[in-house]
């Protein structure tokens, strides 16, 4: 096993990335011919990749630490259990037709902090030998990104609970407004987020839709935003009545699915600690600032509330595996009634 020295504990999930090996994405036409993908030094723009033939994502799960490291879980499908991984660079990919799709190059290090493995984390779907060409790199967007991924983000036109009951939309809200929470009754917004990204891949918003989990209209919340479920119940089997359940983890097709295409605005909540609010009437988690969110605001806000606490939620998390069966969402349902 590798281990960094003074890595220290995991903080929070792990998280599953759909990778693909270095090899598996490599140059057709270019500079590097046949060359597979690199870190940022070796890159050249205007090189054109394209996936082998055969190429599958495979599952790289991590998690981060309180020095802010990312390392390999022992759980993952791919890397050394142990071993640091870093967010390399951003890239900026464009397909014959002009459509633009990013990506994240991840390095694995091993315990002399030489290279082991290099990955390609698409934040869209990659066509297998479809030819790619290079026409963008950045080293100090590819934290952003990453962190953007994990974020929990509401989209325009969510009805938030306001602490006297009344429903707002999320874009109306400022900075004070005070707002229900779970645990800790009305506490005000002390800084709401806004960006608007190409609803693709680990991007495309996900849309509960009215009646799924007892929801009175649509909620379309960011892929990795938990929804806070209380069994009456357990017909989950989780062991537990409190849940935390990731969007992703309930598409079915159905009664929750992918809206995939053209541009989403997403909106981020923050107060002086980690909540659960109420958006169309269902419990959901707002924006944690932790190692891994914490580049996708700036510094000033990252420090003001650098402090926030998750404790009460702590442990909470539902793995994928028992959320992988079709009736998932119904049992949840149905558990929160009875």
Request: with cysteine; proline share 4%.
């Amino acid at each position: 096993m590798i281990t960094a020295p003074n890595s220290g504990p995991a903080i929070g999930p792990t998280q599953n990335l759909p990778v693909f090996r270095a090899e598996d994405f490599c140059v057709r036409q270019g500079a590097n011919l046949s060359d597979p993908l690199s870190h940022a030094d070796d890159l050249m723009l205007d090189d054109v990749y394209a996936l082998h033939g055969g190429a599958n994502p495979q599952r790289l799960t991590l998690h981060a630490t309180a020095a802010a490291h990312l390392h390999v879980a022992a759980d993952s499908e791919l890397g050394q259990t142990g071993a640091q991984v870093h967010l390399d660079c951003a890239l900026t990919l464009m397909s014959p037709d002009g459509q633009i799709t990013d990506a994240i190059v991840l390095v694995e290090t091993d315990a002399d902090g030489d290279i082991a493995q290099i990955y390609l984390l698409p934040l869209a779907r990659l066509s297998a030998r479809a030819p790619y060409a290079l026409v963008g790199t950045d080293r100090f967007d590819a934290a952003a990104k990453f962190a953007q991924m994990t974020c929990a983000r509401f989209t325009r036109g969510t009805h938030i609970t306001l602490a006297s009951g009344a429903q707002k939309p999320i874009e109306a809200l400022a900075v004070g407004d005070r707002i229900l929470t779970r645990n800790d009754g009305a506490q005000p917004v002390r800084w709401v987020g806004q960006s608007t990204v190409r609803a693709v891949g680990d991007f495309a918003p996900i849309c509960i839709r009215a009646g799924a989990l007892n929801n009175d209209r649509d909620l379309i919340v960011s892929p990795d935003h938990r929804l806070f479920i209380y069994q009456r119940k357990d017909r989950l089997g989780a062991g537990r009545s409190e849940l935390l359940v990731k969007a992703r983890h309930l598409v079915n097709g159905e009664s929750v699915i992918v809206q995939d295409g053209g541009f989403v605005d997403y909106f981020e909540l923050l107060f002086d600690s980690h909540q659960i609010i109420y958006a169309e009437g269902i419990a959901a988690e707002s924006m944690l600032i932790n190692t891994r969110t914490k580049s996708s605001v700036s510094d000033e806000v990252s420090a003001q509330l650098s402090t926030q606490s998750s404790a009460g939620l702590s442990g909470l998390d539902v793995t994928e595996t028992l959320l992988d069966r079709p009736d998932a969402t119904e049992l949840l349902r149905r558990a929160s009634l009875r």
